[in-house]
């Protein structure tokens, strides 16, 4: 968000303060953020005055380089200990529900498995093997292979991870378990944005899923969308994956 369109332009200049300090593991001087921000010395002291004294940055000797500060550390810690991811993640789940009034599932990566924290049905639901609190292969599902794509980012990391939960299970004639094939289907992924389930792991249920990182290097969960074979044609798979790769990246931008 640009400062002129900031709601509290004060407030939004000392967020990309901390934005800068924060990509700095070995402190950034005044003239360093001044630089980067765009703002003069005598608006930093001032921003920096207040945002060390909440703890939020610190400066262990006069005149030396800036740091993020124990209690920005804190806070941080403190939000990821006590993280409900269903219930950050619905409202993404329910706006999905809304736009494609398809059913949606969200999942998180335990092993080779998915774990299914949430979903909302639509009017036309379907009866699948997924529930809450069930498990399927990571391999096999929509919500497993955009959380895979990610969370092993090279050829060599996904088939390292097959090696090691593998031999992977065929739950259909159409499921790849071969780690050359994972691997080609993950940068695949990558490349498009959004994951693909062709009744692998289902005969005649298909899923577009795609990940919402919240501001994290790898997936927090992954969103799918669930409709039977004969709705979904290749065009509307390549529509509702644009669509879910769109929310999904604006929601882990905003939430």
Known sequence: MSEERSPVASIDRALRVL????????GVTLDELAARVGLPKSSLHR?????????FAAQYEPGGPYFVGTELLATAFRFHENMDV???VHPLLARLRETTGETVRMAVLDGADVVYLDKI?????ITM?????GRNGAHCTGVGKALLAWTYPTDEAITSWAARYGPLRAPTRA???????????M???RRRGYALDLEE???????VSAPVFMGRDVPLAAVSVTVLKERLPASRARELGETIRRLATEYGRTA
């Open 19 to 26: 934005r800068v300090i924060s990509e700095h593991g070995r």
């Open 47 to 55: 921003i920096l005055g207040a945002l060390r004294h909440r703890g």
């Open 86 to 88: 269903r219930g950050l």
């Open 121 to 125: 049905e639509a009017p036309r639901s």
């Open 129 to 133: 093997t997924s529930v809450v609190g």
């Open 175 to 185: 499921t790849v378990t071969d780690p050359a094939g994972l691997a080609a289907q």
């Open 187 to 189: 940068a695949e992924i």
């Open 201 to 207: 792991n289902e005969p005649g249920v298909r899923c």
